[in-house]
T-cell receptor
C-alpha cells in the first residue's frame, strides 16, 4: 500500500546550519506530496506542497522538489533558526477516488543558538 | 473561520470509562479525518469521512473505538471502554477535496490520558 518513509530524528543543528530531512514514498499513481510542521503543543500546519513531478514547493525558506524518478521529496533549508525547532512530517495524498492523507513518522528538529 | 475546533483539549479518565472526543471542521469542507499520535507509532490515520460518510475505517484499532459524523459540522470519536494504551493525542483534520488534491487543516488536538 501507499506509505511514506522519513529519516529518523532527532536532528540537532546549530543556528544557520544547512538542513536536509529525507523523505521517500511508495504509491501507485501520481500522488501529491506535502511537508507539515508541528510546533510544541500545536496541531500540524502545512509547510509546503508539490502536486506533480519536478514541482518545487517552497515556504519560509524551506524547499522540497518532487522527484518521481527517485520517489523522493526531501526537505531543505539553507540556514535554520532556533524558531524552526519542531517536528516535520512528510505526507502523500493519493486521489484514488477518495483522497487519503498518509503521513511519515515525523522527524524532530532541534536548533541551538 | 476559526479553524478546526476540537474539544476537550485535555481529558483524564479512569480505565473502563467512556470517552468522547469532539470535532467541528471548517465550514464548507467535505472531508474529515481522525488521527492518533503517540511516541511509539507516530501519526496514525484512524478513520476518514467524505460528505459525512465513513470511507475508510481500517485504522480504527478495535471495536472499542467508534466514530460518527451526523452532519457536516460535527464529528465524534468515542472510546468505550477506555484503556491506558489509548493514551495519546487525537487530532481531527478537515479539507475540501474534489478532483484536485488539497491540504488538510488540523485542530490543536485532544490529549487523552487514561489512568
Amino acid at each position: 500500500g501507499d506509505s511514506v518513509t522519513q529519516m529518523e530524528g532527532p536532528v540537532t543543528l546549530s543556528e544557520e546550519a544547512f538542513l536536509t530531512i529525507n523523505c521517500t514514498y511508495t504509491a501507485t499513481g501520481y500522488p501529491s506530496l506535502f511537508w507539515y510542521v508541528q510546533y510544541p503543543g500545536e496541531g500540524l500546519q502545512l509547510l509546503l506542497k508539490a502536486t506533480k513531478a519536478d514541482d518545487k514547493g517552497s515556504n519560509k525558506g524551506f524547499e522540497a522538489t518532487y522527484r518521481k524518478e527517485t520517489t523522493s521529496f526531501h526537505l531543505e533549508k539553507g540556514s535554520v533558526q532556533v524558531s524552526d525547532s519542531a517536528v516535520y512530517f512528510c505526507a502523500l495524498l493519493f486521489s484514488g477516488g477518495y483522497n487519503k492523507l498518509i503521513f511519515g513518522a515525523g522527524t524532530r528538529l532541534a536548533v541551538h543558538p | 473561520d476559526a479553524g478546526v475546533i476540537q474539544s476537550p483539549r485535555h481529558e483524564v479518565t479512569e480505565m473502563g470509562q467512556e470517552v468522547t472526543l469532539r470535532c467541528k471542521p471548517i465550514s464548507g469542507h467535505n472531508s474529515l479525518f481522525w488521527y492518533r499520535q503517540t511516541m511509539m507509532r507516530g501519526l496514525e490515520l484512524l478513520i476518514y469521512f467524505n460528505n459525512n460518510v465513513p470511507i475508510d475505517d481500517s485504522g480504527m484499532p478495535e471495536d472499542r473505538f467508534s466514530a460518527k459524523m451526523p452532519n457536516a459540522s460535527f464529528s465524534t470519536l468515542k472510546i468505550q471502554p477506555s484503556e491506558p494504551r489509548d493514551s495519546a493525542v487525537y487530532f481531527c483534520a478537515s479539507s475540501y477535496q474534489d478532483r484536485l488534491n488539497t491540504e488538510a487543516f488540523f485542530g490543536q488536538g485532544t490529549r487523552l490520558t487514561v489512568v
